[in-house]
């Protein structure tokens, strides 16, 4: 207690864990602010939810060092329990208590907090009060264990994908939640594989591969760290002769051109001025032009560049 | 808000929960609460006992008849010599006499049929006495079919006994296996929760619902079968306290590692099979070869049910148990530590 507030609500120092055949963390660096939504962003495989679980004490590293709210689980578990807020990935809360039964029960280890009606009401669950969990849809229960992380109103709170597996307005409803939380000014690590979740819900996001953060930033400053705003992709493949890409590379305003059976995909600065001349270009060339798209770029194209795989190949 | 403080503790609600899950489980309440009270109303009306058979016996004069009916086990019916020969042969009588030159008796049976044997005796006694002999050695009958020594009185605590196990070790095992299976426990190890709550309130539970449990299958044993408690009820409740504390502490360990239903159910089979055979729920374990004996005294099961029925028949004190009770202690003590040091929460 002889310091002054921590400068960071989560440091994490030279992380590592490995598990029996592979090494999930590997040597990973994070420091999330205060007040800030910081999203771990990566495949499945990634070390995203080991690298979550070991900063909320449930998982022990192999080395590295962890603090959260300064403290560390060594010496501060019982506090830190207190103060955290946690969503595990696949919890199946018991299906024969109903909504405000598990509220209650989860309410009573904290200290403080609001009521368990209180909360409920936050994740719109008042209807739902009485019934059943066996009975939720997929979106209620993911509100309800997000009401059992806000029972103990957190200082922090931790999310393993809150939203995996729902449909898009099941999504939109988690997101406002977290929002909320996010407004009232507190910390949040969530993990996600969406980029749109990460790009609406993050101030900042690290994008991991293989146990290791490979990019740290605000979406905006990633997007804009692989030099491109948009991407033209197009599909060539019923031409009759071969596409010369080498004369794409020469239109104004593209970075870079990767073809692959058929398909291209190109990265570029002004897409008002790269677009008619691609098409010219592919008139000159005489091969027809079966689709186009084109798109701003995002934190997903970001991964893919980074590390030529997409974020949900694997 | 009007609630209770004590309601908003944590082991309350855990406790709480224990109970919501048991109630909302019409299997569980099957399997805890009925079907002992069936197979005890089952097994105690196939092995009542019935009154003694009266055997039917003819008998071709009035005089003999007449002397014959004196013993009231025989159901005697005065026939014709044919007629009485025809009821033999057909089985409708176990045996026939008539009168023979001399003042004699003749007797017609079946000397392999028990029945007809059976006959002779009490007919022949009948005749002698009719016919004016004393016996020269006073006897008299005292019959073993008073409450406390009938099948119902031995089998009652061995079905108690048998649901005690049970419902300790298939409460525990599969509630806590099946919470490790669904991160339900992870989920709460990562709340301020007091681990040892958790585990306290499956025996809170579990104690209550044993009030409930024990005094269904007594009170059905009671009623319907006059079977009796001649110990104290203070001796009997600790009696089944430590018995359901000692299985509760055997599920806990049978369920600390496994991570699915069916290795847990395996090893609760495994468990507890060679106890409903050997240690005398239906049978007495006596009829196990000696060689075996301080094996099957060692098993929880036996000491509870051996206990229960020492208490219950013949009233026995606490005092005269404490080898049951000792055994009872040591499976408590090195169940619950084991299961303490294998216990995995994920």
């Given at each position: 207690m002889s310091d002054a507030a921590p400068k960071a609500a989560l440091c994490v120092c030279n992380l590592r864990k490995a598990y029996k055949d592979v090494v999930?963390?590997?040597?990973l660096e994070l420091e999330v602010r205060w007040g800030e939504c910081f999203g771990l962003l990566g495949p499945n495989g990634a070390g995203k939810t080991t690298t979550i679980e070991i900063c909320e004490g449930l998982t022990a590293a192999d080395s590295g060092d962890v603090e959260v709210l300064g403290m560390r689980w060594s010496a501060d578990a019982t506090e830190l329990r207190q103060r955290l807020g946690i969503q595990l990935q696949e919890t199946q809360l018991?299906?024969?208590?109903t909504v405000v039964e598990t509220v209650r029960l989860f309410r009573?280890?904290?200290?403080?907090?609001?009521?368990a009606d209180e909360v409920i009401a936050l994740v719109q669950l008042g209807e739902k009060r009485k019934s059943r969990v066996g009975s939720l849809s997929g979106g209620q229960k993911q509100r309800l264990a997000l009401a059992c992380a806000l029972v103990g109103d957190p200082e922090f709170l931790f999310l393993d994908e809150p939203t995996t597996g729902l449909d898009p307005q099941a999504r939109r409803q988690l997101w406002d939640l977290i929002e909320q939380f996010k407004l009232a000014g507190r910390t949040i690590l969530m993990t996600t594989h969406y980029m749109d979740e990460a790009e609406r819900l993050c101030d900042r996001v690290a994008i991991m591969d293989h146990g290791k953060a490979i990019a740290a930033g605000t979406p905006r400053e990633l997007i804009a760290s692989i030099g491109a705003e948009h991407l033209v992709e197009f599909s060539a493949g019923g031409a009759a002769r071969a596409l010369d890409v080498s004369a794409l590379r020469r239109i104004e305003g593209v970075r870079e051109v990767r073809a692959e059976n058929g398909n291209v995909r190109m990265q570029v600065t002004e897409l008002h001025r790269a677009v008619p001349a691609l098409l010219d270009e592919l008139d000159r060339q005489g091969v027809p032009l079966t689709e186009l798209r084109t798109h701003s770029a995002s934190l997903e194209d970001v991964f893919v560049i980074l590390t030529g795989r997409h974020l949900r190949d694997e | 808000m009007s609630r209770t403080r004590w309601a908003d503790h944590p082991l309350a609600q855990l406790t709480l929960v224990r109970f919501r899950e048991f109630w909302r489980e019409p299997e569980a309440i099957f399997w805890v609460f009925i079907f002992p009270v069936l197979l005890a109303a089952g097994l105690g009306l196939a092995f009542r006992n019935r009154p003694p058979d009266v055997l039917k016996i003819a008998a071709v004069t009035p005089e003999l008849a007449r002397s014959l009916r004196q013993e009231k086990l025989l159901d005697v019916e005065q026939l014709s010599a044919a007629a009485a020969e025809e009821a033999l042969r057909t089985g409708k009588v176990a045996l026939f006499a008539a009168p023979s030159p001399g003042g004699a008796v003749v007797y017609r049976y079946d000397d392999t049929n028990p029945e007809g044997r059976a006959a002779r005796m009490l007919a022949d006694q009948a005749v002698e006495r009719a016919a004016g002999r004393a016996d020269p050695v006073a006897s008299s009958d005292r019959l073993m079919?008073?409450?406390?020594?009938r099948y119902i009185d031995f089998l009652l605590p061995g079905l108690l006994g048998m649901n005690l196990m049970g419902s300790a070790i298939w409460g525990m095992g599969f509630a806590i296996v099946d919470a490790r299976r669904k991160k339900l426990m992870k989920r709460l190890i990562a709340t301020p929760m007091p681990r040892h709550y958790y585990l306290l309130s499956f025996v809170l539970a579990r104690l209550l619902l044993l009030v409930v449990e024990v005094g269904v299958l007594l009170g059905f044993g009671a009623w319907v079968f006059q079977v009796p408690v001649r110990g104290s009820m203070l001796d009997l409740a600790v009696l089944c306290v430590l018995g359901s504390l000692a299985f509760s502490a055997l599920g806990l360990l049978i369920a600390?590692?496994?991570?699915?239903i069916e290795a847990a159910s395996g090893l609760m089979n495994t468990v507890m099979m060679p106890m409903w055979i050997v240690s005398g729920v239906f049978f007495s374990a006596q009829r196990f070869p000696g060689a075996l004996q301080p094996a099957i005294r060692a098993l929880p099961l036996t000491a509870v049910i051996d206990a229960l029925r020492a208490h219950m028949?013949?009233?026995?004190?606490l005092a005269q148990v404490a080898p049951q009770l000792g055994v009872l202690g040591v499976w408590l003590l090195v169940s619950f530590t084991l299961a303490l040091k294998l216990f995995r929460w994920r």
């Open positions: 999930a963390v590997d040597g018991s299906e024969k208590l009573s280890f904290f200290r403080r907090g609001p009521e | 079919r008073e409450p406390g020594s600390s590692r496994a991570q699915t028949l013949q009233g026995a004190s």
